[in-house]
C-alpha cells in the first residue's frame, strides 16, 4: 500500500475510534463529579417533610439498583411543575449507589418541592431518563402551615411526560444559598 493510502486509511481509523468514543461517552461527562446513571433501577417514594434549612419540602424514598449495572451508578429525582413545560433535575438531586452489585440500596431524602402550594410530580429517574417511580404531591395550607400528601403517580401521567432539564452534578445534597443568604443546608438531605 503507498505511504499516502496508509495515512489515509490510519486518519478514517482514528476519526471512527475517536467518534465511536465520543458516542460511548456517558450522558454526565461534564459533571464535576464522574457518575452513570444507573441503567437498571426500582424505587419507593415514600413521604414528604418540611426541611426549614431548605426551605422546601423534601421527598424520601429508597432506590435499588438492578442488573444491568454501572460502576459509580446512581439515579436523578426530577421535580414536575404543572405550569412548567420541562421538568427540573438538578444535580444536587443525584443519589449514587454504594457499589456496583444487583441489589445495592440507596436511602435517600431529596429537597424537590418548592413551599408554594399546588400539585408537583416527582420522579425517580434510571436509565435514559426514564421515569421508574412518581408521586403526586399536594402542596397545601392546613391550620395556617403548610402541609403535602403524597399519592402514587403513573409514569405516563400528563403531569409527568415532559422533557427533563438537568444540572451537573457536584456531589452537594442541598441546594446552593440564594441571593447570598443563609441556605445550602437540608437536614434531612442524604
Known sequence: MPARGLRATLLT???T?????????PAHAADPIAWNMAPCATAILSEAQWDQGARMFVVNGVATQCAPVASSGGVRIATYKPTAASASAPGYNVRLFPDATPGATRPFGVAAVPPTVG???????AGAQERVVCALVTVS?????????MSPLPV????????VVTT?????????AKDGGPGGTCGTCF
Do not use: F, H, M, W
Open 13 to 15: 481509523a482514528a476519526l
Open 17 to 25: 475510534t475517536a467518534a465511536t468514543l465520543a458516542a460511548a461517552a
Open 119 to 125: 400539585e408537583y410530580g416527582v420522579c425517580v429517574l
Open 141 to 149: 395550607s392546613y391550620q395556617g402551615r403548610l402541609v403535602a400528601p
Open 156 to 163: 405516563d401521567a400528563p403531569l409527568v411526560d415532559k422533557p
Open 168 to 176: 451537573p452534578y457536584t456531589g452537594a445534597l442541598a441546594p446552593p
